[in-house]
C-alpha cells in the first residue's frame, strides 16, 4: 500500500485545542476511572475541555482520588468543580449500569473497566470474562439505550495472539464490537462509532510490573524477575492518553463495524534491563531472583497477528487492523451462551469455550488449551 503523507498528522501531537473541540459540550463518561489510564484521561479532559465529565469505578478508594484531582483541576481553570461527577458502579452489574447510564445520559463512552492482570485471569477466569466482554456489552447497551453516539474500548496488546484468558477476552470484546448493530433490529447500535485502542503497557500503571518492583526495592529485595528473556512494549500514561483521543477523533472506517487500532510503540524493552535500570537509580545493592513464568505469560509480545491485516490510517504511527475471517464477529447468541456459562462458575469449561469461540470466528484450527 502506498504511503500518503500529504494528509497524515503525528498521533502524539494532540494540541489541547483539537481535544478541547472534540468533547466540547460533551457529557462524556469514562469507566474505570480509578485506574492508571482511566484517571490520566479524566485529568486530560477535566484540564483541556469543558466537558461534563463523569467517572465510574466499583473501587470507592481509587475513585475518589480521581474525582478529586480532576476537579482541582478544573477549578484550576476558572471552572465549576462539581462539572466532574462520580459514579460508584460494577460494571458486571447489567441493572445498576443501566441506571447510573440513565441519569447520566452520556454522549461518549471511554471504556477503560477490566480486569487486567494475567495471572490473576488464568485463575479466576469466570470472573475475566464477566468483566472484560460482558462488562463491555453492558457499558455498550447502556450508553448506547441512553442516548451514546460514541464508543471508545481501552483494549491490550495481549489480544493479539492471545494465550491468556485476560488478552483472549479482550479479543473477544473487539469481536463483540465487530457484530455490533449488524442484526437488522439493532437500532441506534446500529448507528454507535465505535473504537478500540490496543495498548502497550503503560509504564506506572497498576498492571505494569514497574511499582512492584519499586517495591521490592523499597523493602531491600529481591527484586523478583520471572524470565530474563521477557520483554514487553511500554508506553507512558500521557502517550496512551492522546493515541487514544487521536484514535477516537477518527472517522468511521468504510470496510468495518470498528475501528481497532494500535500504536506503534518502538523496541520492546527486556524486563530484566529495567529491572536493573531501577536498582541502579536507588543506589543500592539488590539481588535479583528468577521465579519462572506463571501460567499465560509470553516471552514477548505483539500488537498484531497473522489473523488480521493491517491498515494504514490518517495518523503517523497508528495501523488499523480489520479481522481476515469473513464472519469474525461476535453476536448476541454467543454471548448468551458465554452468560450462561459464567453463571454456571465452571472456570475450566469457560476457558475453554473462549479459546474455541476465538478459532472459530478467526476460523483457525481448533486448539487445546488445558
Given at each position: 500500500m502506498s504511503r500518503n503523507t500529504g494528509t497524515r498528522d503525528a498521533p502524539l501531537s494532540?494540541?489541547?485545542?483539537?481535544?478541547?473541540a472534540q468533547f466540547a459540550d460533551r457529557r462524556v463518561l469514562i469507566t474505570g476511572a480509578g485506574g492508571t489510564i482511566g484517571t490520566a484521561l479524566a485529568h486530560a479532559l477535566a484540564r483541556d475541555t469543558d466537558c461534563r465529565l463523569w467517572l465510574l469505578d466499583h473501587f470507592d478508594?481509587?475513585?475518589?482520588?480521581?474525582?478529586?484531582?480532576?476537579?482541582?483541576?478544573?477549578a484550576g481553570r476558572g471552572l465549576p468543580p462539581d462539572g466532574v461527577e462520580e459514579a460508584l458502579c460494577d460494571i458486571r452489574d447489567r441493572a445498576r449500569l443501566d441506571a447510573w447510564m440513565a441519569r447520566i445520559r452520556p454522549h461518549v463512552v471511554i471504556h477503560a473497566a477490566a480486569l487486567k492482570h494475567v495471572h490473576l485471569g488464568e485463575r479466576h477466569p469466570v470472573e475475566c470474562v464477566s468483566a472484560n466482554l460482558l462488562g463491555v456489552r453492558n457499558a455498550l447497551v447502556a450508553a448506547v439505550a441512553h442516548g451514546a453516539a460514541k464508543f471508545v474500548l481501552i483494549s491490550t496488546d495481549k489480544a493479539a495472539a492471545p494465550v491468556c484468558v485476560m488478552g483472549a477476552s479482550k479479543r473477544l470484546a473487539e469481536l463483540y464490537l465487530e457484530g455490533v448493530g449488524r442484526a437488522p433490529d439493532s437500532g441506534a447500535l446500529s448507528r454507535v462509532e465505535l473504537c478500540a485502542v490496543r495498548f502497550a503497557n503503560v509504564f506506572g500503571s497498576q498492571g505494569s510490573v514497574a511499582p512492584r518492583f519499586a517495591a521490592q526495592i523499597a523493602a531491600g529485595g529481591p527484586v523478583e524477575i520471572t524470565d530474563p528473556s521477557m520483554e514487553r512494549f511500554f508506553m507512558t500514561a500521557e502517550e496512551a492518553v492522546a493515541f487514544t483521543c487521536a484514535a477516537a477523533a477518527l472517522p468511521p472506517p468504510p470496510d468495518a463495524r470498528a475501528g481497532i487500532y494500535l500504536r506503534e510503540a518502538g523496541d520492546p524493552l527486556r524486563i530484566v534491563d529495567l529491572a536493573d535500570r531501577m536498582i541502579a537509580e536507588s543506589g543500592r545493592a539488590i539481588e535479583k531472583v528468577i521465579t519462572g513464568r506463571r501460567a499465560g505469560e509470553k516471552l514477548g509480545e505483539q500488537l498484531s497477528d497473522d489473523d488480521e491485516h493491517r491498515l494504514e490510517t490518517p495518523l503517523d504511527g497508528v495501523w488499523r487492523v480489520r479481522p481476515r475471517a469473513a464472519r469474525a464477529w461476535l453476536d448476541d447468541g454467543d454471548l448468551a451462551e458465554?452468560?450462561?456459562?459464567?453463571?454456571?462458575s465452571d472456570d475450566a469449561r469457560l476457558r475453554q469455550h473462549v479459546f474455541d469461540l476465538l478459532d472459530a470466528k478467526l476460523e483457525r484450527e481448533a486448539r487445546t488449551t488445558a
Amino acid at each position: 500500500m502506498s504511503r500518503n503523507t500529504g494528509t497524515r498528522d503525528a498521533p502524539l501531537s494532540f494540541a489541547a485545542a483539537r481535544l478541547a473541540a472534540q468533547f466540547a459540550d460533551r457529557r462524556v463518561l469514562i469507566t474505570g476511572a480509578g485506574g492508571t489510564i482511566g484517571t490520566a484521561l479524566a485529568h486530560a479532559l477535566a484540564r483541556d475541555t469543558d466537558c461534563r465529565l463523569w467517572l465510574l469505578d466499583h473501587f470507592d478508594h481509587h475513585l475518589l482520588d480521581s474525582l478529586e484531582s480532576a476537579r482541582k483541576l478544573r477549578a484550576g481553570r476558572g471552572l465549576p468543580p462539581d462539572g466532574v461527577e462520580e459514579a460508584l458502579c460494577d460494571i458486571r452489574d447489567r441493572a445498576r449500569l443501566d441506571a447510573w447510564m440513565a441519569r447520566i445520559r452520556p454522549h461518549v463512552v471511554i471504556h477503560a473497566a477490566a480486569l487486567k492482570h494475567v495471572h490473576l485471569g488464568e485463575r479466576h477466569p469466570v470472573e475475566c470474562v464477566s468483566a472484560n466482554l460482558l462488562g463491555v456489552r453492558n457499558a455498550l447497551v447502556a450508553a448506547v439505550a441512553h442516548g451514546a453516539a460514541k464508543f471508545v474500548l481501552i483494549s491490550t496488546d495481549k489480544a493479539a495472539a492471545p494465550v491468556c484468558v485476560m488478552g483472549a477476552s479482550k479479543r473477544l470484546a473487539e469481536l463483540y464490537l465487530e457484530g455490533v448493530g449488524r442484526a437488522p433490529d439493532s437500532g441506534a447500535l446500529s448507528r454507535v462509532e465505535l473504537c478500540a485502542v490496543r495498548f502497550a503497557n503503560v509504564f506506572g500503571s497498576q498492571g505494569s510490573v514497574a511499582p512492584r518492583f519499586a517495591a521490592q526495592i523499597a523493602a531491600g529485595g529481591p527484586v523478583e524477575i520471572t524470565d530474563p528473556s521477557m520483554e514487553r512494549f511500554f508506553m507512558t500514561a500521557e502517550e496512551a492518553v492522546a493515541f487514544t483521543c487521536a484514535a477516537a477523533a477518527l472517522p468511521p472506517p468504510p470496510d468495518a463495524r470498528a475501528g481497532i487500532y494500535l500504536r506503534e510503540a518502538g523496541d520492546p524493552l527486556r524486563i530484566v534491563d529495567l529491572a536493573d535500570r531501577m536498582i541502579a537509580e536507588s543506589g543500592r545493592a539488590i539481588e535479583k531472583v528468577i521465579t519462572g513464568r506463571r501460567a499465560g505469560e509470553k516471552l514477548g509480545e505483539q500488537l498484531s497477528d497473522d489473523d488480521e491485516h493491517r491498515l494504514e490510517t490518517p495518523l503517523d504511527g497508528v495501523w488499523r487492523v480489520r479481522p481476515r475471517a469473513a464472519r469474525a464477529w461476535l453476536d448476541d447468541g454467543d454471548l448468551a451462551e458465554i452468560e450462561r456459562m459464567v453463571q454456571r462458575s465452571d472456570d475450566a469449561r469457560l476457558r475453554q469455550h473462549v479459546f474455541d469461540l476465538l478459532d472459530a470466528k478467526l476460523e483457525r484450527e481448533a486448539r487445546t488449551t488445558a
